[in-house]
């Protein structure tokens, strides 16, 4: 009889003790929307097209790090879903048994072309952005005249038989924060679980005040004048949405980076397109990994490039922005010409 060998994945810890797990990988800086808590600005500067990692490059790289413990990966941008040809990239990552689960965040605004390629090809998980459910506000919130084509792509995912759809919402005082109980119908029509994540200053947010913040507590307030009584689910996980039951058993979640920084459980790590690896969305700069992959680093090294700078990890950047608070510091995170400078700075460019 055949004994099963199960490969063990060393765990590789930082300085406050927290795995190296979740990888965010951003295929593109591009974008098709111009949300305003993002991509405020007329113009950008884009990341240089022969800089961007290629699909092999992606998977090799991603293939050392889950020999360190990273078993789940999500795709985002800018918007993945303009990279070319993305679920060819979901199938060379489903190749690799240690990656449990490949998740996707996408605007929406291209799934209704690509979602069954996408599920063909093995894509496990996906998340839409959706922060109003009107026309209008959606125009002024992203630019872009494109809200028929985000619903068409939730409709689709629920059709195709995805699982686990999330709704992200980005929560806003005085633009959005009125339609809370909406988005918690329209998930429930949709099979999808809303998560409200307070608006956050990072980089990319040149708009962002305090006083725009729409607060976990007050979002649970909202919530619970129309539902009544919420319960909190006490789950034992890494992941940085607090999750909520309604009486009717509708769940739903909440990403408090803001008020209540989780930088303790923080497990995720961000690679750009271009290959530079950022130990935290606060972090001002990256580990370059494409130049070692492009001269020729084995796995070997490689590994040993992401153990020693993880175990060195020390990023609790939410927490500290959130410490400037005390003493009525806290502001936009760069200013717009720092930001032109190192366009890595900004949220589309990490990914979110
Ligand atoms: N374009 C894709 C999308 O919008 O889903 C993926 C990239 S986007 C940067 C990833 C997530 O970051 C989105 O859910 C977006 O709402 C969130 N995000 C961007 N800027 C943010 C901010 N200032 N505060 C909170 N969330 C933000
Ligand atoms: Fe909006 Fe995502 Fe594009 Fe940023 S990257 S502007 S959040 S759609």
């Known amino acids: 009889m055949k004994t099963e060998v199960k490969e063990s994945v060393p765990t590789v810890v930082d300085t406050m003790g927290r795995p190296l797990r979740a990888l965010r990988v951003s295929v593109t800086d591009r974008c098709n929307l111009r949300c305003q808590y993002c991509m405020p600005e007329e113009e950008y500067v884009w990341l240089p097209r022969e800089t961007l990692l290629t699909f092999e490059e992606i998977v090799r790289l991603t293939n050392v790090f889950t020999t360190v413990g990273v078993d789940k990966v999500r795709i985002t941008g800018g918007e993945p879903l303009l990279r070319k040809d993305l679920p060819s990239l979901i199938a060379l990552l489903r190749e690799n048994s240690k990656i449990k689960d490949i998740a996707l965040t996408t605007n929406g605004i291209l799934l209704k072309e690509q979602a069954q390629s996408l599920y063909d090809a093995g894509l496990h998980r996906v998340t839409v952005s959706l922060d109003t459910l009107r026309a209008d506000r959606f125009k002024a919130l992203t630019k872009r ?208």
Request: charged share 30%.
């Open 145 to 352: 005249n494109t809200f028929v084509q985000v619903l068409e792509g939730i409709d689709i995912v629920n059709a195709i038989g995805f699982h686990d759809l999330k709704l992200d919402t980005v929560a806003m005082k005085g633009i959005n924060d009125d339609e809370l109980i909406d988005l918690i119908e329209f998930g429930k029509t949709v099979g999808g679980e809303v998560r409200f994540i307070e608006y956050m200053d990072v980089g990319g947010a040149t708009d962002w005040s305090v006083d725009k913040v729409f607060s976990c507590a007050e979002i649970l307030q909202t919530l619970s004048r129309h539902y009544g009584l919420i319960e909190p689910i006490i789950e034992d996980s890494w992941a940085p949405a607090k999750r909520f039951r309604l009486l009717d058993g509708t769940t739903f979640g909440i990403i408090a980076s803001t008020t209540l920084p989780f930088c303790s459980t923080c497990d995720r790590s961000r690679l750009t397109a271009d290959g530079l690896w950022y130990l935290c969305l606060y972090a001002k700069t990256g580990i370059d990994l494409r130049q070692p992959l492009r001269d020729g680093a084995t796995v070997d090294e490689l590994r040993a490039l992401l153990v020693s700078t993880w175990n060195a990890r020390t990023n609790r950047g939410a927490e500290e922005r959130k410490e400037l608070e005390r003493v009525d510091t806290r502001g936009r995170f760069v200013e717009i010409e720092r930001l032109r400078q190192d366009p890595h700075l900004e949220m589309h460019a990490r990914g979110g």
